[in-house]
């Protein structure tokens, strides 16, 4: 039987496999902490410590101003993006995507894997 | 409370050998110590009234307080510096916190104790200065410790980051 962290890899795979508009992606605790990393480069400590701060905050403004539930980030690099998932506030699901992604695509594929991480962790 | 305070309490007491050199000269400092005590204590709050906003922190309930502080004075000198001596001083950080009392009151305050302190037990010898001015130490690092904590637990609240979280982030800076 595939252990959690293999499943976790396969979801992340298969979201890799999606689309070309994805660079790189993680799954990250809400201490920041790295529990799979497929982002590439050396990045990845400073990586899940500021995106699980970024969660943090953004699920605490989404009580703040009463919009509802919190459920993803969305933040345009002028060379490319970064995307952002709670994942039931267990975890999240990072995303990086090139510039000028087609993020139609690239969100139908991301909250597919979400749900699926979210019944994994 | 978390742990934070409690471990740095526990490594300052072996980083300088607290229970052996000065925790068992403590006691024996206490009859000197509480012959002054009347007049440290009037100094303290003398010295908290030339300042505007510690006189009106304290106004009203000066000597109730002057007979809590006599009480905390006694304890330093017990020879009691575990679990229960740490927690009644953290509670003692926790009361100041909750009166909005700034930190910046508690370090001048204890500068002060220390300067009568060793004004006071001169004559007693160096180890006698030295450990009367350890345990004020560990007891302002327990006081000003709750504040710590209480600033982490309030940007935790705020920013919704758990305290694991912003110990991580800290690292990068
Ligand atoms: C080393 C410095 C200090 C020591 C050892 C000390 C000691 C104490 C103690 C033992 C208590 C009673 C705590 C309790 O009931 O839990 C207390 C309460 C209090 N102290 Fe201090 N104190 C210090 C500094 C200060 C300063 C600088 C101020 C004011 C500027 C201050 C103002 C007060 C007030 C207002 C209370 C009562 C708080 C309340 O019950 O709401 N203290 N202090």
Known sequence: MATKQEKINAILNDLKMATADIQGLGVISPDGMMIADQLGGNQGDA????????????????????VGEFQEVNIRGSNAGILLFDIEGRAALILTVSKGANLGLVFLEARQAQEQLAQTI | MTNIT????DKAKNFYNFDTLYAPVLPGLKATVMKHQDAITDAFYKELANDEIAAKIVAGRVDQLKATHKVWMEELFNGEYGEAYFNRRYKIGETHVKAKI???FVEVITSSLRRSFAQILVAEGAVAVQAALAILDLDAMIIIGAYHEDRMHRMSDVTGMNLNLLETLMSFG
Not at chain 1, 47 to 56: E, F, Q, R, V, Y
């Open chain 1, 47 to 66: 990586t899940a410590a500021m995106g699980a701060a970024l969660g943090s905050l953004a699920k605490r403004v989404t009580t703040t101003l009463k």
């Open chain 2, 6 to 9: 409690k471990e740095n309490f």
């Open chain 2, 102 to 104: 700034a930190p910046y």
